[in-house]
């Protein structure tokens, strides 16, 4: 008789355990792919991009006009940071090129390169990818949100009148941008940027 209870309560409480592991493993799971942390997680992934390549699709706003490009972008982390216009036809092939502190721009209907150093101005390139993190990795004034199945990060440009408040928005489904979003000092876009292909190395 007293094996028997014996039996049936160790069968109990291995039950119990059994159980207890289950739940608990599956809680983690949901803590960690649930909507903060894999917000979270996503939000990281962007920031700390080593490497990209990604075809955008631009709309720069005046107050005469509005013009749209094509443009291909490739960035290696320490090394360079390229942009090439596709479209329209009639500068296409123009490529501006970061190295550092230097900037090359090249024509190659043309076959001319130019070259500026140390010239902060012209190589602050807003239309980046890469700029955009490095402005919101340093900036104190950002945040996010979740809305419509993207994230939504904010950050301000107080240097730039032109260019002061940047948004871009990163698919919760695939974690790639989708657009970003430039503004000027009255909030009326600048810029308009909507990545059609990322590809992360």
């Known amino acids: 008789m007293n094996k028997k209870k014996i ?4 069968s109990i409480f291995l039950l119990l355990l059994i159980l207890f592991i289950f739940f608990y493993a ?3 799971k949901k803590m960690k792919f649930g909507n903060t942390s894999s917000n979270q997680e996503i939000i990281e992934n962007i920031l700390n991009i080593s490497s990209y390549e990604t075809m955008i699709e631009v709309e720069v706003n005046s107050n005469k006009n509005t013009n749209k490009y094509i443009i291909k972008q490739t960035y290696i982390q320490g090394e360079t940071s390229e942009q090439e216009i596709l479209k329209p036809e009639n500068i296409q092939g123009i490529k501006i090129i970061k190295n550092e502190n230097e900037l090359k721009l090249e024509n190659s209907k043309l076959n001319l390169t130019k070259i500026y150093n140390d010239y902060a101005y012209i190589t602050d390139n807003c239309m980046d990818l890469s700029t955009f993190i490095e402005l919101y990795q340093q900036n104190e004034k950002q945040e996010y949100e979740e809305k419509d199945g993207e994230i ?3 950050v301000e440009n107080a240097d730039n009148p032109y260019t002061k408040y940047r948004t871009l928005y990163i698919s919760k489904e695939t974690g790639n941008p989708t657009k970003m979003e430039i503004k000027d000092n009255s909030k009326k876009t600048s810029i308009y940027i909507l990545y059609r292909e990322v590809k992360f190395q």
Do not use: F, P, R
């Open 26 to 28: 599956n809680k983690s």
């Open 152 to 154: 939504i990060l904010d």
């Open 7 to 10: 039996i049936c309560i160790c």
